[in-house]
Each structure stands twice: as structure tokens, then as C-alpha cells.
């Protein structure tokens, strides 16, 4: 039973570019949340999609965004990458919007160059 | 709003010795508390997490937790710690503003635990 899948697992972009990240979730799984991790932090709460809504953001700009498919898998966009940006991205899938707690993929690490 | 903290930035222990991270929560009602251990350039992997019940929460590879309601208080606990146990923890308690509608979780910044053997 495969977990949490994301790829890229490593990314360098340059600054202005955009990018795509991808989360495919543990079986069984309808919700997808993520988060960001930056260097010494703990993750921080991007948003999360159930039903194919955004239902909850956290507090990032609106270069930040998300799509959930019909499959539950989803993707992370980032518009107009900062050197900010630069941080590991987590995915976490869950049932019921995280009722019953989060299985986390291993992350894709993003460096803005 | 709901927060945790997590005082220690780095715990050190020899193998043998028990364990003990530092968590403490601060939420308006009930709160959800977790525990997630992460391994360099790795995921987050969930040890325990304690909802209702017995204030003592056991949860993955011997670990445990203690909350206590008047400290408001989590801290992880191991009676005998491992080398492999040196990782970075992270204590997390469930945001509750949105009234469970998404159940998002909030991270303490993280102790490094260093076991030498």
C-alpha cells in the first residue's frame, strides 16, 4: 500500500520562474493539505483541497495556488518564485479533511537561484 | 489562536538515558496534540497523538507522551534512548478556529535530538 507519493523529490529554479509540484495520495485518502518547511523551521499550513475546493488557506500570497484532481492527487503551483521560496515542500493526505489525522509524504526540496 | 512551543532547540542524551522533548500548547477548548518525527531530507512521520482518554499516550518505535491539562503540557518521552532515535521532532496541536472544517495542523519550530552513544 504505497503512502504518500511526491515528485519532484529535488528542484532549482530561477527567480521569476514558476513551478509545479506534485502529490499523489495514500490510498483511501480525499483530502490534500500542504505545507512549507523552510530552513530550521517548522511547516507552515499553505492550504487544503477536498472536493476538489480549496477549503482553508493559510497565510501565503496568491502566488500560491492548487488544483485537486477527480483521483484526490493534487498539484502546488508557485508564480513569480522568490528567493524565499526556497524551502521543502510537504504534502499531507488525509481522510475527511484531516479528521483523523495526516500521513505526510517526503517532501520536494525547492531552491530559487 | 492555537499555538505550540517547543523551548529546547536541541536535546542531547547518551543512549541508554531516557528521553524527555519539551512541548507545551496553548488553544482555547480541547485541544488535539501531535508528535511527528523527521529524519534528514525526509517527510514527517507521526509517532503519536492524543485526542481524549488516559493522559498517557503511547505511540510509535517506544515512544510516549504525557499530557497535563494545568501545564498545559505534551512532552515526549522514551525510557531508553536509541542512537537511531536522533532526528528533529516536531509537537503539533490541530487548529480548531475553523471549527474542524479543515483541521489543519500547527507546528512547533522543532528539537533536534542527539543521542551519543
Known amino acids: 500500500d504505497a503512502g504518500v507519493t511526491q515528485s519532484p523529490t529535488h528542484l532549482i529554479k530561477t527567480r521569476g520562474q514558476q513551478v509545479t509540484l506534485r502529490c499523489s495520495p495514500k490510498?483511501?485518502?480525499?483530502?490534500v493539505s500542504w505545507y512549507q518547511q523552510a530552513l530550521g523551521q517548522g511547516p507552515q499550513f499553505i492550504f487544503q483541497?477536498?472536493?476538489?475546493?480549496?477549503?482553508q488557506r493559510g497565510n501565503f500570497p496568491d502566488r500560491f495556488s492548487g488544483h485537486q484532481f477527480p483521483n484526490y492527487s493534487s498539484e502546488l503551483n508557485v508564480n513569480a518564485l522568490l528567493l524565499g521560496d526556497s524551502a521543502l515542500y510537504l504534502c499531507a493526505s488525509s481522510l475527511d479533511r484531516g479528521a483523523y489525522g495526516y500521513t505526510f509524504g517526503s517532501g520536494t526540496r525547492l531552491t530559487v537561484v | 489562536a492555537q499555538s505550540v512551543a517547543q523551548p529546547e532547540d536541541q536535546v542531547n542524551v547518551a543512549e541508554g538515558n531516557p528521553l524527555t522533548v519539551k512541548c507545551t500548547y496553548s488553544?482555547?477548548?480541547?485541544?488535539?496534540l501531535f508528535w511527528y518525527v523527521q529524519y534528514p531530507n525526509r517527510g514527517l512521520q507521526f509517532l503519536l497523538k492524543y485526542i481524549t482518554g488516559d493522559n498517557l499516550v503511547k505511540g510509535s518505535y517506544g515512544f510516549e507522551a504525557e499530557f497535563n491539562k494545568s501545564q498545559t503540557s505534551f512532552h515526549l518521552k522514551k525510557p531508553s534512548a536509541l542512537v537511531s532515535d536522533s532526528a528533529l521532532y516536531f509537537c503539533?496541536?490541530?487548529?480548531?478556529?475553523?471549527?474542524?472544517?479543515?483541521?489543519?495542523?500547527?507546528f512547533g519550530t522543532g528539537t533536534l535530538l542527539a543521542v551519543q552513544p
Open positions: 483541497y477536498y472536493e476538489e475546493e480549496e477549503r
Open positions: 488553544v482555547s477548548g480541547n485541544p488535539y
Open positions: 503539533a496541536v490541530r487548529d480548531l478556529n475553523y471549527g474542524g472544517a479543515t483541521n489543519k495542523l500547527i
Open positions: 490510498s483511501g485518502h480525499d483530502t
